[in-house]
Each structure stands twice: as structure tokens, then as C-alpha cells.
């Protein structure tokens, strides 16, 4: 049934750090790994090794440039899947009732065998967490690892999703966000997580930690300047060597 | 937003057949024999015609009989419910009129109110998307419903509603194209909010996830042809409104008013190919396609 539903028991989802993610593609590869080997219908390339690659992916990275008003750029690697929203508008505008959010964990999953391919739910999605498969013609999209988190023939520390499973910088970390006293819960609390595109009244459940602001930089003090410095004003063996130079 | 050709043929002729079909639901003509066979059959090709150009933009057109079971939620599927009961109160109504040259009046009014309610379902399926601030919007629905009922005038004859419908089609056209110009920019998503990096500085997509295209940027994010808009929303308002009209003030003849619905067609397969050209989804905000 595509009906919301009211509440659910848990909400299951990630916290991603924007602070510490390096921007690797590391969960972006093996999102794509777990997911085309294991439940429902694999991610597919088209022309992989071609001149126009176009492929299936559940999670990908963008990087985004973020100029203060004064002080350096800085370069914020952003990784981006589903976002479990509660309030989720992918799972109501589905004609068919493959897509539905689950009661138990607040997991948003397309039942593929129900699936029509008329791509709406993605139409929906702020996000662009949906994307129609080019081989099977369903709707993919990530799952939390739901053939993992639950899986009891994997051992305990294998039973998260495989992007956090993978993450070499700890930038990425799941849990139930709707335990106020869960580990991703107090994290959220601690640094201020916050919302993607909260003005479309989706409520996700996925939350981001925002970068911690850097070590100030005031204008003078660029890495550029002090070689400018030494460039302006050169001493000892430059120095020497600058007027031998100038008088050649 | 792609404009997919099926979904363009879809609503721009299933929007014409189901407004003649309102039309003869109201007994505006209400023809009998075999002059009730041709209205129908004109109506239902363009009404049948594009429902089945919709299953083309399906990923597995054999499931699509699943797409009855959400209507509780889903626009798309109270629209599949809605075209079939309009199809089957309306073909009552024609079997009626066409083999026993009678009218069934409460039939064929609650036929022609079927019909508006599909064209109006149609037009939900694109309101609701908060994703699509030009879609997300009242004029929407009001649109569609213009667009069918001006169609469905000029297709039975009923000249006298068509000459001003045709005209506040034209001009609620162009107001929703301007409305629509500035709808992106006043739904407030920037992409300041799609990351929520605003509050550190101002934001500029550095590096997008993947050098080749994906389904994201071909769905979502097209480019192509915006250059010529100003010049197809001039043709498309020439041909869906001002040529018919001029050609329904002209003494009648048949040849003209074959004229005035083809210009017509023309000039709704035109502003529905702008429909989707121009929509701009919320997406593309992360690739750094938007303002």
C-alpha cells in the first residue's frame, strides 16, 4: 500500500559527515558491488567500456566549492542516496503499490516484481535517489542494505549498510534516528545535523553533519604569501644568487 | 524534464478525445446512426489513441494492470480508474445512441463528467510534484481542463463555445508561461538548501559524481532546445488558438473547420512539448544546473 504510514517503530538511516568524507567513491563502489550481487534485480551499465558509459548507481558523490565571505574556498565532498524520507513523496504517487515504506524500521523499498517502470516515484524524489534501471526497467534505488542489516549468516560487524561497512574515513554511520539516545541520534544532536531541501516538507531520516568551520586564515597569512614574501624580500643564498642573476 | 514523445501524445490527445467526449455527453451535438458512430469513433481515437501512447513510456507495459490497486494515493492510478469508467459510462452512452438511435441522458452526463474528472487526474499527476515548481501549481489542473474543453468545442462543432474558449485558452497560456518563468526561483530551493552548505558560504558545484550522463540528467535535466522557446511559445499560441479562431470567424465550410482542428492539435503537441522542455526539477540543483 503506498499510504505513508503513520508512525513507524524505528527509524533506520545514515548520518553522513561532511566533514570527514574525502570524497574516495569508496561507498559508491561498494554500494554498486553489494547491490548488483545480492537482493533484487542488479545495477546494469550500458557501454561500460565505451565512449558513453551509463550506469545504475544507489549512492554518488558530488563536490561542491564553498566560498566564505572572506578566507579560502573550501571543497566539501557530498555523498548522496536515498534519504528515507517520512514524509516521503516518492511512495505516494505510486500507481502500483511497488513502492512502500516499512512499518518496523522506516526502510523505502520497491517491490520489483510489482514495479511498471513508469519512473513518477523518481519524478517525485527532491533528491534524485530513484533511478529507473536501463536493462531490467524497474526503479532501483537504495535499500539500506536491507540484505545485510538483518542478515544473521553475516557476522556482526558485516551487518550495516555497505557504504558505513566500507567508509575508510568513518565519515558515514547508521543507526535508529528515532531513538533520541542512539549513537547517530546523540551525534545529530551534537553537531547540528541537518536536512536536505527541508522548504519540500519531506522529513527525511537520513541526516548530514555540516563541515566544522576551519582554522582561520586571514588574508595575509595564505600559503601563497609567505612565498611571496621570499620572493619580494630574498635573503641568504637567494639573495646572493637574485643579484648575481640581475647583473648578467 | 525529457520530453518523452509518448507522454506528449498522451495527454495532448487523450486531453482532445475526452473533451469531445464531454461534449457528447452533454448532447452538444447528439447525433444518432451513423453520424453518432463518426463522433465517437473520432473521440474515442484520440482518447484510446493516447492512453495506449502512455504504456510506451512504461519500463513493463505488462504489469500495467497493477497501476489500478493505489488509488487511495496515487494520482496515476485514480486516473487509470477514472479513464476506464469514462471510456465504459461514455460507451454506454454511444452503443445507445449509435444502435438504438436513443440518448440516455443521465448516462451521458455522468459520461461527460467522467471525462473532466480524467482530464483533471491527468493534470494532478504533474500539480502534485513539489519537485517541479512550473508544474506545482493551481493553473496546472485549470490548464488541462481549458485545453480539453476548447479542444472537445472545436471537435463537435460547437463554434459559438469554441471562438472565446480558444481565446482564454490563449491567454491563460501566456499567463501561466510567465507565472511559470519565475516559479523556480520563488519556491526558494537553491542549491544553498539541496546541500545545506549555505550558512558557510556561498555554494558552487565543484565536481559532479560521474563523467559520463545518467538517468538523473536525461530525465531530469534537459537542456536541449530552451534557446528556441520564445519562438515555439509564439508558434504554439498561433497555431492552438489564434488560427482557429480566425478560422471559425471565416464564413464555414468543412475544409476550414478540418483546418482550424488540425492548426489546433498542432499548436497543444507544441505548448505540451514546452510543458516538459521547460520544467526544471529540483535535481538539478546538485549538478549546478540551476540559477
Known amino acids: ?248 | 524534464m525529457h520530453p518523452a514523445p509518448s507522454v506528449i501524445l498522451f495527454t495532448s490527445l487523450s486531453g482532445v478525445g475526452f473533451g469531445l467526449l464531454f461534449f457528447l455527453g452533454l448532447g452538444m451535438p447528439a447525433p444518432l446512426g451513423l453520424n453518432a458512430f463518426i463522433f465517437y469513433a473520432i473521440a474515442y481515437a484520440f482518447a484510446v489513441g493516447g492512453l495506449l501512447f502512455s504504456t510506451f513510456h512504461l519500463g513493463h507495459p505488462e504489469r500495467a494492470i497493477k497501476a489500478f490497486t493505489q488509488w487511495r494515493s496515487s494520482w496515476l492510478s485514480r486516473e487509470a480508474w477514472l479513464s476506464v469508467l469514462a471510456l465504459g459510462m461514455t460507451g454506454l452512452g454511444a452503443v445507445a445512441q449509435i444502435f438504438f438511435e436513443t440518448r440516455l441522458a443521465v448516462v451521458s452526463y455522468a459520461g461527460a463528467a467522467l471525462c473532466l474528472l480524467t482530464v483533471f487526474s491527468t493534470a494532478m499527476i504533474y500539480r502534485q510534484l513539489a519537485t517541479v515548481p512550473r508544474w506545482h501549481t493551481p493553473m496546472t489542473p485549470v490548464l488541462f481542463l481549458t485545453y480539453a474543453v476548447a479542444g472537445g468545442a472545436l471537435l463537435s462543432g460547437q463554434v459559438g463555445i469554441a471562438q472565446p474558449v480558444l481565446g482564454l485558452l490563449g491567454a491563460l497560456q501566456i499567463f501561466a508561461w510567465i507565472q511559470g518563468d519565475g516559479a523556480f526561483a520563488r519556491s526558494g530551493s537553491t542549491l544553498a538548501t539541496a546541500t545545506g552548505l549555505g550558512t558557510n558560504g556561498s555554494v558552487r558545484a565543484f565536481e559532479p559524481p560521474h563523467t559520463g550522463t545518467n538517468y538523473l540528467l536525461q530525465e531530469f535535466v534537459y537542456l536541449v532546445g530552451r534557446k528556441h522557446a520564445a519562438k515555439l511559445r509564439l508558434i504554439a499560441i498561433i497555431l492552438l488558438s489564434g488560427l482557429p479562431i480566425v478560422l471559425l470567424v471565416l464564413p464555414f465550410n468543412h475544409m476550414f473547420a478540418a483546418l482550424a482542428v488540425l492548426t489546433h492539435v498542432a499548436g497543444v503537441l507544441v505548448s505540451r512539448w514546452l510543458f516538459f522542455a521547460q520544467a526544471e526539477h529540483v535535481v538539478g540543483l546538485y549538478y549546478g544546473k540551476r540559477g
Open chain 1, 1 to 248: 500500500m503506498t499510504c505513508l504510514p503513520k508512525m513507524t517503530d524505528k527509524k533506520l538511516g545514515l548520518v553522513i559527515d561532511l566533514d570527514t568524507c574525502v570524497g574516495c567513491h569508496a561507498c559508491v563502489v561498494s554500494c554498486k558491488g553489494w547491490n548488483t550481487e545480492n537482493y533484487g534485480a542488479p545495477l546494469a551499465d550500458q557501454d561500460a567500456y565505451g565512449e558513453m558509459p551509463v550506469g545504475t548507481f544507489l549512492n554518488r558523490v558530488h563536490s561542491y566549492e564553498v566560498q566564505p565571505e572572506d578566507g579560502l574556498a573550501q571543497l566539501v565532498h557530498f555523498p548522496k542516496s536515498c534519504l528515507h524520507c517520512d514524509d516521503a513523496p516518492c511512495v505516494t504517487v505510486c500507481p502500483t503499490g511497488a513502492s512502500y515504506k516499512r512499518t518496523e524500521d522506516g526502510i523505502v523499498l520497491v517491490n520489483e516484481t510489482d514495479c511498471i517502470g513508469c519512473g513518477l516515484c523518481a519524478w517525485a524524489c527532491p533528491y534524485g535517489a530513484r533511478e529507473l534501471d536501463g536493462v531490467e526497467k524497474v526503479m532501483k534505488k537504495c535499500t539500506l542494505c536491507v540484505d545485510r542489516i538483518y542478515n544473521e549468516n553475516l557476522p556482526q560487524e558485516d551487518r550495516i549498510p555497505a557504504c558505513v561497512r566500507t567508509c575508510p574515513s568513518g565519515a558515514r554511520h547508521f543507526g535508529d534516528l528515532g531513538d533520541p539516545n542512539s549513537d547517530v541520534s546523540k551525534l545529530v544532536a551534537e553537531r547540528g545535523g541537518m536536512d536536505l531541501m527541508p522548504e519540500l516538507g519531506t522529513k527525511p531520516v537520513n541526516k548530514y553533519l555540516p563541515p566544522r568551520p576551519k582554522d582561520q586564515l586571514s588574508s595575509d597569512q595564505t600559503p601563497t604569501q609567505s612565498l611571496q614574501a621570499q620572493a619580494d624580500n630574498p635573503a641568504g643564498f637567494f639573495a646572493w644568487l637574485d643579484r648575481t642573476l640581475e647583473k648578467l
